[in-house]
């Protein structure tokens, strides 16, 4: 059975990627950073591991722990989204907390990429998925606040851009995701979709993928979405 590994699983959109993939048969591997807090990731019977995917010596030991074991799908998923409102208004953003954002939305994709790319190249059709968002398009910015997120987003798209072009050559399908706005604890209660359409549409985005979508921004829905 094909085997995917998921960040960020706790819950929200990385709980119902779990959930689907289990449900159609594939071997989950699922990480976040306190397991024992997560008694819906645990019931789901994945194979759960906690994992702070910003601790370079967590991701080497994970590393070590799944090294032989191939990966098809490789979802990077843990992300987080500090201060929201006012918080995050001009004149009143701390630096820290945006360091925090730069550190879990950017860096850390491009690290776990780096430590699993053996396990991706077993595969015969390897993905890197990551879980990206609309907010952090240049396109289509039009409207004030939430700079901390937007930026650690548009951070990653190049993140993405740059696997793209590094691991052509070894046929790593390389996307950027936007899940939609989504109803969990993240996006809030007046998103407009439910988790399990927006992680039915982006495995299908996952799923339909060849090389020469490697690259690009896509959306839940199957659009590309400009950078």
């Given at each position: 059975?094909?085997?995917?590994?998921?960040?960020?699983?706790?819950?929200?959109?990385?709980?119902?990627?779990?959930?689907?993939?289990?449900?159609?048969?594939?071997?989950?591997?699922?990480?976040?950073?306190?397991?024992?807090?997560?008694?819906?990731?645990?019931?789901?019977?994945?194979?759960?591991?906690?994992?702070?995917?910003?601790?370079?010596?967590?991701?080497?030991?994970?590393?070590?722990?799944?090294?032989?074991?191939?990966?098809?799908?490789?979802?990077?998923?843990?992300?987080?989204?500090?201060?929201?409102?006012?918080?995050?208004?001009?004149?009143?953003?701390?630096?820290?907390?945006?360091?925090?954002?730069?550190?879990?939305?950017?860096?850390?994709?491009?690290?776990?990429?780096?430590?699993?790319?053996?396990?991706?190249?077993?595969?015969?059709?390897?993905?890197?998925?990551?879980?990206?968002?609309?907010?952090?398009?240049?396109?289509?910015?039009?409207?004030?606040?939430?700079?901390?997120?937007?930026?650690?987003?548009?951070?990653?798209?190049?993140?993405?851009?740059?696997?793209?072009?590094?691991?052509?050559?070894?046929?790593?399908?390389?996307?950027?995701?936007?899940?939609?706005?989504?109803?969990?604890?993240?996006?809030?209660?007046?998103?407009?979709?439910?988790?399990?359409?927006?992680?039915?549409?982006?495995?299908?985005?996952?799923?339909g993928a060849s090389t020469a979508d490697s690259g690009t921004f896509r959306g839940y829905d199957g659009a590309t979405i400009p950078w």
């Amino acid at each position: 059975m094909p085997t995917v590994l998921i960040t960020g699983a706790s819950r929200g959109i990385g709980l119902e990627f779990v959930r689907q993939y289990r449900a159609d048969g594939w071997d989950v591997i699922a990480t976040c950073r306190t397991p024992e807090n997560a008694p819906e990731l645990q019931a789901t019977g994945a194979e759960v591991h906690g994992l702070d995917v910003t601790d370079e010596a967590a991701l080497a030991g994970m590393g070590r722990t799944l090294a032989g074991r191939t990966i098809d799908v490789l979802i990077n998923n843990a992300g987080i989204y500090p201060l929201k409102g006012p918080q995050g208004a001009f004149g009143a953003i701390p630096v820290e907390p945006w360091m925090e954002a730069l550190r879990t939305n950017i860096i850390a994709p491009w690290k776990v990429a780096e430590t699993f790319i053996g396990n991706l190249e077993r595969a015969d059709r390897p993905v890197l998925a990551t879980v990206s968002s609309k907010m952090g398009s240049i396109a289509e910015a039009s409207s004030p606040g939430s700079v901390v997120y937007r930026t650690s987003k548009t951070g990653v798209n190049m993140v993405v851009k740059g696997l793209s072009i590094e691991l052509a050559s070894r046929g790593v399908i390389c996307l950027a995701l936007h899940p939609g706005w989504v109803r969990t604890d993240m996006g809030g209660p007046n998103g407009l979709i439910d988790a399990t359409e927006s992680v039915t549409g982006l495995r299908a985005v996952i799923a339909g993928a060849s090389t020469a979508d490697s690259g690009t921004f896509r959306g839940y829905d199957g659009a590309t979405i400009p950078w």
